[in-house]
């Protein structure tokens, strides 16, 4: 044999075993305490064995074989996934405080560094909550006047619509600018019109970020961000996006600064400019312009993109069962009628309604496996113990498709929210906003509107779809950490 082969098979026997014994290595450390799991191999961990692109039907097969806590590795890094109804429930809810930490997600920690709402800890995150929980309560959820703002913005909505003349097109972009002008007057106090620059220039980078976090590119950036870091690759455009949100909310709040009158705050920049003020003498205060611009990146985002395509994907939904779209058509003509806008008060009377757009929630599962969340000591759960710092995620989708609480999860049925007697069901297995202590801050808002909006829509207009029916696929176009919508067009007729 050649000199050179031979030590090229001996460099190759050795790097093996050392591969092997890291393995073995990594299982016997954790035996009897870290949950259970597959084996990973070093550097790469499980990357190979999750298929990301149907990343929830992996996890469903790992479950089955190591239980509802089990323990995947995302590169070098052990992850604790919770499956199950039962184990979610004791960890977010009845251990709320020791599960309350957000775990590591290196796409964000790098733009966000901790600041903000969404991915900040301890004190920081427990203060900032509170406060866009309270400043949210102030200025209307659930009350009247944002009511009365997703009713107007609704009313916008039908006109777009009618521009469209009965002829096809993407709801992406209407859809999107409605939910996010909701969002806009309580963070801004300002209404966009749909063709605003700045308003769309915003809109753009938001939608891109959405989508690399969404895509392979973002997926293997959590799982490897030292390797990917030095990758070229469009999860490098995330970082420069958030620079142009950052440059769009520093003038907004420098405007606020300069018409800022503290008797009468005008939104949510204007509140937390107020307490700005009043804390300007403490040091510690979590009240300053990082946090704000932050947290003000963080509602935005929140309040856009989750709804928006959450009625996307209902309206294509409804393309498939149009007998579903006509007792919704139906009931809202039995209502609420045609002479005025539909309101909350009248979610209480539609029943059926109601259980349609619960189950859109449940059945696309939009936040599949949620945000992270993590243990801040070592944490004995089950008969295991959970290593500090640890990222946990919690499988939300395996709560949403529970077989026992909703026959036939895989099919889309409004009877899985409705009583024998036509009543309303409610269940404790709705978890599309997660729960426990870090549930979605936005839950009610979120709610509000996506009665109104599909509501006022199908007041209005009757859905055309561009192909029978039956051969709309309803499933998502990627199922990983979110599912997504399929791209389609569609026809709305006046009725």
Known sequence: MEPLGTVTLFLGVCLSCLLLLAAVRSRTQDKGRRPPGPTPLPLVGNILQLKTTFLSKTLQQLS???GPVF????????VVMLHGYDVIKEALIDRADEFAPRGRLPLFDKIHKGKGIAFSNGER???????????????????????????????????????TKGKPFDPSFLLSCATSNVI???????????????????????????????????????????????????????????????????KAIKHNKDTLDPRAPRDFIDCFLIKMEQEKNNRSSEFNTENLVTSVINLF????????????????????????????????????GRARAPCIA???????????????????????????????????????????????FPVL????????????????????????????????YFMPFSAGKRICAGEGLA?????????????????????????????????????????????????
């Open 184 to 250: 806009c007057s309580i963070v801004f106090s300002t209404h966009f019109d749909y063709h605003d620059k700045r308003f769309l220039g915003m809109m753009k980078v938001m939608n891109d970020n959405f989508w690399i976090i969404s895509s392979p590119w973002g997926q293997l950036s959590n799982f490897f961000p030292t390797f990917m870091n030095l990758i070229p690759g469009p999860h490098h455009r995330m970082a420069a996006n958030n620079e142009k949100m950052k440059d769009f909310v520093n």
């Open 125 to 163: 995150w427990k203060v900032l909550r509170r406060f866009a929980l309270t400043t949210l309560r102030n200025f209307g959820m659930g009350k009247k006047s944002i009511e009365e703002r997703i009713q107007e913005e609704a009313q916008y909505l039908l006109e777009k619509l009618q521009d």
């Open 71 to 78: 323990t995947v590795h995302f590169g070098g890094d052990p």
């Open 447 to 495: 709610r509000m509107e996506l009665f109104l909006f599909l509501t006022t829509i199908l007041q209005h207009f009757k859905l055309k779809p561009l192909q029978d029916p039956k051969d709309i696929d309803i499933s998502p176009l990627m199922s990983s950490t979110g599912n997504f919508p399929r791209p389609y067009r569609l026809a709305v007729l006046p009725r």
């Open 346 to 392: 009248d979610r209480g009377q539609m029943p059926y309604t109601d259980a349609v757009i619960h189950e859109i929630q449940r059945f696309i599962s939009l936040a599949a496996l949620s945000l992270p969340h993590s243990v801040a000591k070592d944490t004995p759960f089950r008969q295991y113990v959970i290593p500090k710092g640890t990222t946990i």
């Open 397 to 428: 989708i395996s709560v949403l498709y529970d077989n026992k609480e909703f026959p036939n999860p895989t099919e889309f049925d409004p009877q899985h929210f409705l009583n024998k007697d036509g009543t309303f069901r409610k269940s404790d």
């Open 301 to 336: 985002v929140a309040g856009t993109e989750t709804t928006s395509t959450t009625l996307r994907y209902g309206l294509l939904i409804l393309q498939k069962y149009p007998d579903v779209e006509e007792k919704v058509h139906e009931e809202i003509d039995r209502v609420v």
């Open 64 to 66: 089955e074989k190591y």
